[in-house]
């Protein structure tokens, strides 16, 4: 994994030179380097590594982004077995945010990731042509749609490493493509970077103990003179039902998570990003999460949304608290 990781480097650096972050590739390029440091002495990742390695030499002939199972490969493109590539693929286990489909194996994610894509895609500003920020991008999946979408750069952080093992597996089959994981967390990237035409935080908000302090942040992150139209922030996060009034602050856990912090009304959220200096806030879908869209699978056996619900009410958590509900906004600077 050391080659892969130079090489992306040496890839991300000339991306980066030609892009609006060129004059921070002095900055980025050590972290980056950081990131994979710490990825290479993860203990789990001869795993990993093994099943990387694994898999086809072969050029796939067919890649398709705009799929829901963003599709890598055919059968015929290699002399493996599909068993042979479903072992390899299943020592990066636990596969969470996805689906993929990769030399004719169907990996069928914990989430499907597909119908978050689905409910925001066609609400948000035209992603062509922009440069574009995933903030906790996971595995990289919603990096691929908004490539197939028209992206010129898209740019995930998440600082998880297995996140960027499933990331650099489809990435080793188009290594040109204009994405990147940096595997590091937000609060390791410079400040007031404004780069982006359009920023993605999903699934990340309830998780921070100042999520207005991280509304201010995502706002430094945007580029508000750029070629695309107005810079865009979309966030998706949990809400609760209610009034401009209503925030829940778990006592301990919530759906068995240790880190959730604040989960607001859509009103209340509505004001967090006005007081962040956002304007046009838009509501773009309201949700709940199902056990059809959160679920173990063979490639992610642990307990998932099923065990974190009341078996008797899954309108509640185990703990007792309203079940998940995520909302979908769009504001601009």
Not at 281 to 294: K, N, R
Request: hydrophobic share 40%; net charge negative; proline share 7%.
């Amino acid at each position: 994994m050391r080659e892969y990781a130079e090489l992306e480097t040496t890839r991300l650096r000339n991306q980066l030179t030609d892009s609006t972050l060129a004059e921070l590739v002095d900055e980025l390029i050590p972290l980056n380097q950081q990131g994979w440091n710490k990825i290479l002495k993860h203990g789990d990742l001869p795993r990993w590594s093994k099943g990387f390695h694994a898999l086809p030499e072969s050029a796939p002939s067919v890649v398709d982004l705009n799929a829901s199972a963003i599709k890598i490969g055919s059968p015929d493109d290699t002399d493996m077995s599909g068993i042979a590539v479903k072992e390899a693929l299943q020592l990066m286990h636990p596969w969470r945010k996805g689906p993929f489909d990769m030399f004719g194996v169907h990996i069928d994610t914990e989430w499907h990731s597909d119908w978050k894509w689905d409910r925001l895609n066609d609400a948000i500003s035209p992603l062509q042509g922009r440069t574009i920020l995933d903030v906790g991008c996971g595995s990289g999946y919603h990096l691929w749609r908004m490539l197939g979408a028209g992206a010129k750069l898209a740019f995930g952080i998440d600082p998880t490493p297995l996140f960027s093992m499933h990331f650099a597996t489809v990435k080793r089959y188009q290594p040109d493509s204009p994405a990147f994981i940096l595997p590091v967390g937000i609060e390791h990237m410079p400040s007031e970077m404004k780069c982006f035409d359009t920023v993605f935080s999903m699934g990340i908000l309830y998780h921070r103990k100042s999520p207005i302090d991280h509304l201010i942040e995502l706002k430094s992150l945007l580029n508000s003179n750029g070629d695309c139209g107005p810079a865009e922030l979309v966030i998706d996060t949990l809400v609760i039902e209610g009034d401009e009034t209503d925030c829940l602050v778990p006592h301990g856990r919530y759906a068995k998570m240790r880190n959730v912090w604040f989960i607001p009304s859509v009103a209340m959220l509505t004001i967090w990003l006005k007081r962040a200096g956002f304007k046009s806030v838009e509501v773009i879908d309201i949700s709940p999460t199902t056990v059809e869209e959160q679920r173990a699978t063979e490639w992610m056996t642990f307990e998932s949304l099923p065990n974190f619900l009341d078996p008797n009410d899954h309108t509640r958590t185990i703990e007792g608290y309203p079940a998940p509900i995520r909302a979908v906004l769009t504001a601009q600077i």
